[in-house]
């Protein structure tokens, strides 16, 4: 976790360190900067909460991953599917969701919210944009929501019939 200068408010969770991404084959795994995003700023205090009150508990020391078990290492994905399990049957959540789809919902919100889709590469660390696009799923309020934007703009008085304004 560090700063971001140009989000200050988020304090040390303005940026969000992923020191071992997936890798390419062949390649040593990536690493890159997620930026905290306005719309889901709700993340800030939750892990504030967790690095000041949760994580000591399990006595790190200066070990430099965000998320250790009891046994002072790094959280395995396996321990984690077998938590978000747990969390969607207690949820009520169908059986078919598992902690990757997370992946594709934050993906898909980041389009959503109109971020550029470079921005959305780089965010979550894919080397081509074809990639991303497949872990879209953009959903039918805001497919909606474009064919309206789209209709607005070309009926806006002052515009050719037919032609939509630049």
Known sequence: MRRNPRAPQYGRVGAVEVRFGKA?????????????VPEVEWIVPLIEEWVAEVRPGFSPGRHPALWVTERCGRIGVRRLDEVFATVR????????????????TYITHLVEFGYPERFVQQQVGHAYGSTTALYTWVSDEYRNRLIE??????????????????
């Open 24 to 36: 390419s084959r062949g390649s040593p795994p990536k690493r890159r900067t997620v930026l905290t």
């Open 89 to 104: 049957e207690r949820a009520g959540l169908p059986g078919e969701l598992d902690l990757h789809c997370l992946r594709h």
């Open 149 to 166: 934007s789209a209709l607005r703009r070309r009926l806006e008085p002052g515009t050719k019939k037919g032609m939509v304004p630049s």
